[in-house]
């Protein structure tokens, strides 16, 4: 099956400098990638829809300047965490549909980002 | 806009146990519905998809149905296991991905 991965899968970042966060689909191409971020105990919650060769588009109450999102290519979504805070402790989840059948989404591993 | 609920929240069963859970979402425009399993550090494990133009997905000791109209899933684990333990999760594809908050399950030996 389709399988996207992600990178790094864990970091630790010190407050105040960024972090990139990459997502691959390995196996077949995306014009759109997802992202998403679980704090403790929450359910997973949409923060932006990456699209390929346009900007994204943000869901309200997240800061898109300190979340870049970068979709340079048909196979690579980057989120970048700028300015990094302990509140920005969390798991990082990225997800993509194939355009071959695009209702069907698959899911990267997760990053686990901790700010100290 | 689409919220999805799961009761319950945690589960403890004794091995062996048949189980169920719930998932309902409020709105029924979906194209589909997918359970997930999370171990916890890890990520999401896809189990079964169902396609909103179907009623139920098996695989294994698994058996997950779903009514549209009615904005409910369930999820049937026959013969629970220890290895069974982790937090389920169901979300709904919409316009996006929903998810529910999860159901902590705890298969005991």
């Known amino acids: 099956g389709a399988v996207v991965s992600q990178h790094p899968s864990r970091v630790i970042c010190k407050s105040g400098t960024s972090v990139k966060i990459e997502c691959r689909s390995l196996?077949?191409?995306?014009?759109?990638m997802f992202w998403y971020r679980q704090f403790p105990k929450q359910s997973l919650m949409l923060m932006a829809t990456?699209?390929?060769?346009?900007?994204?588009?943000?869901e309200q109450g997240v800061e898109k300047d300190k979340f870049l999102i970068n979709h340079a290519s048909l196979t690579l979504s980057t989120l970048t965490v700028t300015s990094a805070h302990p509140e920005d402790s969390s798991f990082y989840i990225c997800?993509?549909?194939?355009?071959?059948?695009?209702?069907?989404?698959?899911f990267g591993p997760g990053t686990r980002l901790t700010v100290t | 806009k689409q919220e999805v609920t799961q009761i319950p929240a945690a589960l403890s069963v004794p091995e062996g146990e048949n189980l169920v859970l719930n998932c309902s979402f409020t709105d029924s425009a979906i194209y589909n519905l997918q359970w997930f399993r999370q171990d916890p550090g890890k990520g999401l494990t896809s189990l079964l998809l169902i396609q909103s133009s179907q009623r139920e997905q098996t695989s294994g000791r698994l058996n997950a149905s779903l009514d549209k109209s009615s904005g409910r899933s369930t999820l049937y684990i026959a013969a629970s296991q220890p290895g069974d333990s982790a937090t389920y999760l169901c979300a709904v594809l919409g316009q996006n991905f929903v998810f529910g908050p999860g159901t902590r399950l705890s298969v005991l030996p």
């Open positions: 990456s699209n390929e060769g346009s900007k994204a588009t943000y």
């Open positions: 997800s993509a549909p194939d355009l071959a059948s695009p209702y069907e989404q698959y």
């Open positions: 196996d077949f191409q995306a014009t759109t």
